[in-house]
């Protein structure tokens, strides 16, 4: 071997050795799709709902009728789904009350297979715009809901499971719902997480499935990162289905990491422009990201980043990550 071959193969090692170069947390940036800052704003859904007069009573659940519960998923009910999600309608038959917050939601087997699933309560990093509490006329209709992935989503073997709704009163009402029937790859995080109370809001039509309700995605992140950040990571998006999925038009995602009402938030589009169009059958693209840390992130603080796929659009795939700060 002469030199000059040495020389060039040296040099062609070390541009491989870039080309390949980890991520702080080990992700590989070879096949990533580079963050680009495309950020938007996403539409306020209730710009106008006043807060609730400070006197006026709070709604007891006993006062309410559970009148509709929609299972949500992907465009096409037969295909299998990585995801599910309940909506669940209530009435309120009594007086007029005070709502807020979110109600404490628990899914159960009804012939005893398995231990009930309790959902997680929304975390502090969810969007809103509502305030504290509002007013429920009588007659009045409210919203919430449950999303699962995951595991959880087949614990138990009933074609039904018993849906229960609580509230801190330990008042309850129980409505049976079909089985998810969602299935997750091995990498994505379970989650059963309940929504908040929301006024019902009457559609303006039909709703146009997004052609990504079937993704799922699943992140890698740190363990740590350094309070003057940012927290770097990358989302990976996951198409379990045996048909390609478009990614025209191109996707929206919000990220968000805190606890505690101390959040920092992001809403954006990803990358297109350097992604591939579609993502084939059990394919996967990988988008690198990357959120700003606050001054309040000094070392010490511990939060949840969460990441959600078209956040604008209802049930979409999601997935969260603890992240401590150092």
């Known amino acids: 071997m002469t030199a000059a071959t040495l020389v060039v193969l040296l040099i062609a090692a070390i541009v491989t050795a870039i080309a390949f170069d980890t991520r702080p947390d080990g992700a590989s940036n070879a096949l990533a799709v580079p963050f680009v800052d495309n950020p938007f704003t996403p539409p306020e859904l209730f710009p106008t709902l006043p807060p609730a007069p400070v006197d006026l ?13 929609e299972r949500q998923t992907g465009p096409d009910p037969s295909a299998a789904v990585t995801s599910a999600a309940f909506r669940i309608a209530l009435r309120n038959d009594s007086q007029a009350c005070a709502l807020g917050g979110a109600p404490v939601i628990a899914l159960s ?27 429920v006329e009588i007659g009045g209709t409210v919203v919430t809901g449950v999303f699962l992935a995951g595991q959880p989503c087949s614990r138990f073997p009933d ?5 229960t709704v609580a509230d801190e009163e330990k008042q309850q009402l129980t409505t049976m719902v079909p089985a998810p029937g969602c299935t997750e790859p091995d990498s994505v995080g379970d989650i059963v ?4 109370w929301e006024p019902y809001r009457a559609p303006a039509g039909p709703r146009q499935p997004v052609p990504t309700d ?15 950040g940012p927290l770097l990571y990358t989302a990976t998006i996951l198409n379990p289905t045996d048909q390609s999925i478009s990614l025209s038009p191109c996707p929206r995602y919000r990220q968000a990491f805190g606890e505690g009402g101390i959040v920092s938030e992001y809403f954006g589009t990803l990358n297109c422009a350097e992604a591939p169009e579609s993502v084939g ?6 988008f690198e990201m990357q959120i700003a840390l606050p001054p309040e992130f ?9 990441w ?19």
Do not use: H, Y
């Open 281 to 286: 059958p059990g394919d996967k693209v990988t």
């Open 109 to 135: 087997s009804p012939s005893g297979a398995g231990e009930p699933i309790t959902a997680a309560q929304p975390a502090a990093s969810e969007p809103t715009d509502l305030p504290p509490r509002w007013t």
């Open 308 to 326: 959600t796929l078209n956040p604008e659009d209802g049930p979409g795939a999601m997935s969260e990550k603890p992240v401590a700060v150092t």
């Open 298 to 306: 000094t070392a010490g603080f511990a939060g949840m980043l969460s």
């Open 214 to 228: 079937d993704l799922a995605v699943t992140l890698t992140v740190p363990e740590t990162v350094l309070s003057d």
């Open 159 to 163: 074609p039904t499971w018993e849906l």
């Open 57 to 69: 009573t709070d709604c007891q659940l006993s006062d309410f009728t559970i009148v509709s519960t």
């Open 193 to 196: 997480r309940s929504g908040l």
